[in-house]
């Protein structure tokens, strides 16, 4: 593939963005609904592209569009390859110019958010096992590691499900990775329909915070415009530009953490290569994402002690993560394929159905319980993740918290330190079907039926009654 079709690709992305926009600023509905610009340039690419357009065209007698809608193959690939690039930059960049905390600080912060996240993912594992040994294997005949298509698919997402393509190959059932696919796409699409839904009827019943502050926007902020009068910098100038731009500064920074995250986890994957890979498998479907966050820490550290004249700033970082998080929403979006949810419809129902119950319940009756403030804020993100991978937890929480005020943000970055080795393509995920096969399911159900007990009795006995308002005052829970 040329540089050229590279480029133009993502001058493309960059021209999809544009006349979201400018749908952004018109359409009315968007803007009561949150809509981010993003969406609705991804909703466009969706749209123009082989699934929808392309199927349209198929149907009307023509097969000028069938195989790429408006685009061309190449630029579809380009794009494809894009969501997993794009999640490494924003997850370097989440601790960069943040002074990190001590320990017990982190552990204030994000305490609440490993319990609930941990609740989430393990609640998955947990009725995603006993769907398979109850429904999937004696009604559909379908294998026991079924069962781990929930979170794999959710909280996974595309790059976790097709990571695993191999494995589920090994094991004798290849179409694992296409049901995989399929949920994948349904909890990217859900978590962003739901997670806004959700938004709303959070600030129509005065359950948000910041939203909460802006009841009666104005015709600007309706638009996603920032009047004149309330304009601030997008950044500051910490260096001369005539020496280094300071945009290219801070991207250099970003793209070091990514490096190391790198290195880090080429170094593990050579370890199992060397010692364990003959038996088991781990690392080698360990996205890179997780391991680029602890590279960002790693640069962070280094800025503690050797930068001395505060050349950082965070709100260049924050920008460079916002780029790279628009151009990752319609580049996912674009390339969604809608036509694996039609393949084994009855058991991929019922596993999109449970996973899909258990977050949203699990938001609305746990979140509230577990969370000691601001849980709204902080329980959106966590949904949003267990749905449609982390990238969409971001977007809701940038939703409901757009500004970044209240603590949820700082929390989920901790959370994820925390959990994202394990979970949602993590060391659990990547294992747990090699672990149901060769160590039985009662092993795999049993060990997560624990993590789901004791992260469901941190959070509702020890953080929940702690609950507090945004200005410490005590509030109900829901």
């Known amino acids: 593939m040329s540089a050229d079709v590279i480029g133009f690709a993502l001058l493309l992305l960059g021209g999809v963005m544009l006349l979201a926009k400018i749908i952004r600023v018109k359409w009315r509905l968007a803007q009561k609904l949150f ?5 609705i340039g991804g909703g466009l690419a969706l749209l123009c592209g082989p699934d929808v357009l392309g199927q349209l065209a198929s149907a009307l007698g ?17 794009w494809s390859t894009l969501p997993g690039l794009l999640i490494s930059v ?14 017990r600080e982190a552990g204030r912060v994000a305490g609440p958010q490993i319990a609930f996240g941990m609740a989430l993912s393990s609640g998955q594992y947990v009725l995603g096992i006993l769907l398979a040994l109850i429904v999937l294997g004696p009604v559909f005949g379908l294998p026991p590691f079924t069962g781990a298509l929930i979170e794999i698919g959710f909280e996974g997402g595309h790059g976790t499900a097709a990571g695993l393509g191999d494995t589920f190959a090994e094991f004798g059932f290849p179409e694992g990775q296409d049901l995989a696919l ?38 600007s902020e309706q638009a ?20 280094i731009e300071p945009l290219t500064l801070h991207f250099g920074l970003l793209a070091l953490s990514v490096i190391v995250g790198w290195l880090l986890l080429s170094l593990l994957q050579w370890i199992e290569a060397v010692f364990w890979a003959e038996n088991v498998e781990l690392f080698a479907y360990v996205p890179l994402f997780p391991l680029a ?19 950082v700033d965070r709100q260049l970082v924050e920008r460079l993560q ?53 849980w709204f804020e902080r329980g959106i993100a966590d949904m949003g993740q267990s749905l449609g991978v982390t990238a969409t937890g971001l977007i809701l929480l940038r939703i409901a918290d757009p500004e970044l005020r209240t603590p949820a943000y700082p929390a989920f970055g901790y959370k994820q330190l925390a959990l994202e080795p394990f979970f949602g393509g993590g060391l659990i995920t990547a294992a747990a ?23 469901l009795s941190v959070g509702l006995f020890h953080f929940g009654r702690q609950r507090r308002g945004p200005a410490g005052s005590h509030v109900p829970a829901g």
């Open 90 to 103: 924003v997850f370097a960049g989440l601790f960069l110019g943040h002074r990190l905390p001590g320990l």
């Open 322 to 374: 916002g780029f790279s998080l628009d151009m990752l929403i319609i580049a996912a979006l674009g390339t969604l394929s809608l036509q694996v949810i039609a393949e084994n419809m009855g058991a991929f129902a019922l596993l999109a159905a449970v996973g899909l119950l258990w977050s949203v319940l699990a938001f609305v009756f746990l979140a509230p319980r577990m969370m000691p403030d601001y």
């Open 35 to 39: 809509v981010p610009s993003s969406i």
């Open 433 to 455: 079907i090699p672990l149901i096969v060769n160590f039985g399911t009662g092993w795999m159900l049993g060990g997560m039926l624990v993590l789901l007990i004791a992260s």
């Open 293 to 311: 966050m602890i590279g960002g820490i790693l640069v962070q550290l280094a800025i503690q002690v050797f930068d001395r004249h505060d050349v």
């Open 182 to 219: 399929g949920l994948a796409t349904i909890g990217l699409l859900s978590g962003i329909i739901i997670g806004i839904g959700l938004i709303n009827w959070g600030v129509r019943t005065g359950r948000t915070v910041e939203l909460q502050q802006h009841a009666s926007p104005s015709v």
């Open 224 to 243: 996603g415009l920032v009047e004149k009068q309330r304009r601030r910098s997008a950044g500051t100038l910490t260096v001369q530009p005539a020496s």
């Open 62 to 78: 023509t097969d000028r569009f069938a195989e790429a809608g408006l685009f061309t193959p190449e630029i579809l690939e380009v």
